[in-house]
Antibody, heavy 120, light 110 residues
Framework: QVQLQESGPGLVKPSQTLSLTCTVS??????????WSWIRQHPGKGLEWVGF???????YYNPSLKSRVTISVDTSNNQFSLNLNSVTAADTAVYYC????????????WGQGTLVTVSS | QSALTQPPSASGSPGQSVTISCTGT?????????VSWYQQHPGKAPKLMIYEVTKRPSGVPDRFSGSKSGNTASLTVSGLRAEDEATYYC??????????FGTGTEVTVL
């Protein structure tokens, strides 16, 4: 059974960089069948796809966040990471990592989510 | 990329059926058979219920079914049970390796 677990600071100051890591267990992040995604949910709001990465390092980002987002992968530790720079209060959200089947595309396993608050 | 449009709420009595719509455009829902649906209970992570418009993952009851017509996809929950009370989100591929979620529908079991 695949499991994903997010980790990282729960509080980030405005204008700084939000950094989260997702550790994958029960399966290899190097599989060619999956992308590895970040999805966020603003408090009391809907879901927003942030972007994903393939094990090779190819990345795909939500156009609305593309200028501020970087996703990277560490295959040796079965982890992938999210960096979101120049954060504001509008980036306060629960951040989920999820395994994403490439074709057909869907998100089949999710982490429990981690709340990141942007505040001074 | 705008979020797909879902009704804010839907309800039904135990044993009844409820259908949730998810309306997009020809660039997302109407353009691809890549609609998926997710169930989210409060404080929990979303759970995949339907993928590729009509397919159910292993373990999802056959009370859950999906369909699509034109730019609108639908999720039907038949034989409503108390545990079906949750918020449901649709998601669609939107081309150019982009994905868009729906606004979410809160289902209440009366």
């Amino acid at each position: 059974q695949v499991q994903l677990q997010e980790s990282g600071p729960g509080l980030v100051k405005p204008s700084q960089t939000l950094s989260l890591t997702c550790t994958v267990s029960g399966g290899s992040i190097s599989s060619d069948t999956y992308y590895w995604s970040w999805i966020r949910q603003h408090p009391g709001k809907g879901l927003e796809w942030v972007g994903f990465i393939y094990y090779s390092g190819s990345t795909y980002y939500n156009p609305s966040l593309k200028s501020r987002v970087t996703i990277s992968v560490d295959t040796s530790n079965n982890q992938f990471s999210l960096n979101l720079n120049s954060v504001t209060a509008a980036d306060t959200a629960v951040y989920y990592c999820a395994r994403t089947v490439t074709t057909p595309p869907y998100f089949d396993y999710w982490g429990q989510g981690t709340l990141v608050t942007v505040s001074s | 990329q705008s979020a797909l449009t879902q009704p804010p709420s839907a309800s039904g009595s135990p044993g009844q059926s409820v259908t949730i719509s998810c309306t997009g455009t020809s660039s997302d829902v109407g353009g691809y058979n890549y609609v998926s649906w997710y169930q989210q209970h409060p404080g929990k992570a979303p759970k995949l219920m339907i993928y590729e418009v009509t397919k159910r993952p292993s373990g999802v009851p056959d009370r859950f079914s999906g369909s699509k017509s034109g730019n609108t996809a639908s999720l039907t929950v038949s034989g409503l049970r108390a545990e079906d009370e949750a918020t449901y989100y649709c998601n669609s591929y939107a081309g150019n390796t982009n994905y868009v979620f729906g606004t979410g529908t809160e289902v209440t079991v009366l």
